[in-house]
């Protein structure tokens, strides 16, 4: 084989590879990344204006899209809400029936009272996601106790500082794969929230 023949041969396999490449990574961040009950879940982001890879991404972290999920300290269903959180939050959306602790493990209900939630922090940290996502799963109340905390916050408004690793990582964790859940389902969900959007997330 003449060393142009070879060449052409390095280039092909080279091309082949780039193209394999490109058509296995979206379907790897499938299998990594699941998504079910899609409906639900797209009709929840769209009424409450959250970005549906934001959601999934959050709904990945909380349960692993497993509708019957419980944690350790009683949080229920996909996006992990406490029975009582869940109480409050059905006073603030119209649901289809009575709210129970098992209204929780219903896909629609829950996707909807934790889209209502997050879409309420996000307002109530001035649109920063770094915020909203601490104060989902750490609280409304700890944040605004860190906020106040000059050595945690210079500013009252963004933490420059959060206490604790696993809630340190968090927010940063759900931003990340928000971009994986971007990369796997481009025809499933349309990502509205900005590539550079993670509004002062610390990776």
């Not at 060393?3 to 990574?25: H, K, N």
């Not at 979206?26 to 899609?38: D, G, S, V």
């Not at 050595?151 to 500082?161: F, I, P, R």
Request: proline share 4%.
């Amino acid at each position: 084989m003449t060393i142009a023949a070879a060449c052409v041969c390095i280039l092909l396999l080279v091309c082949l590879a780039v193209f394999w490449a490109r058509r296995w990574e979206p379907q790897k961040q499938e299998l990594i990344y699941p998504l079910e009950y899609q409906e639900e879940l797209l009709l929840a982001a769209e009424e409450f204006d959250i970005d549906p890879c934001l959601l999934a991404a959050l709904v990945y972290c909380e349960s692993s899209f497993q509708a019957d999920a419980v944690s350790s300290v009683g949080a229920i269903g996909l996006m992990q809400i406490m029975p009582e959180t869940g109480q409050w939050l059905s006073g603030k959306i119209e649901l289809d029936g009575e709210y129970t602790t098992e209204s929780l493990y219903d896909p629609k209900v829950n996707l909807r009272l934790g889209c209502w939630y997050l879409s309420y922090l996000h307002r109530r940290y001035d649109g920063r996601w770094q915020e909203a996502l601490t104060a989902y799963i750490a609280g409304q109340g700890q944040v605004d106790k860190w906020l106040e905390d000059p050595e945690l916050s210079a500013d009252g408004k963004t933490l420059d500082v959060i206490p604790g690793q696993d809630v340190k990582e968090y927010a940063a964790k759900v931003m990340r794969i928000h971009e994986s859940y971007k990369t796997a389902y481009p025809d499933v969900l349309v990502c509205t929230l900005a590539d550079d959007g993670a509004d002062g997330v610390q990776k």
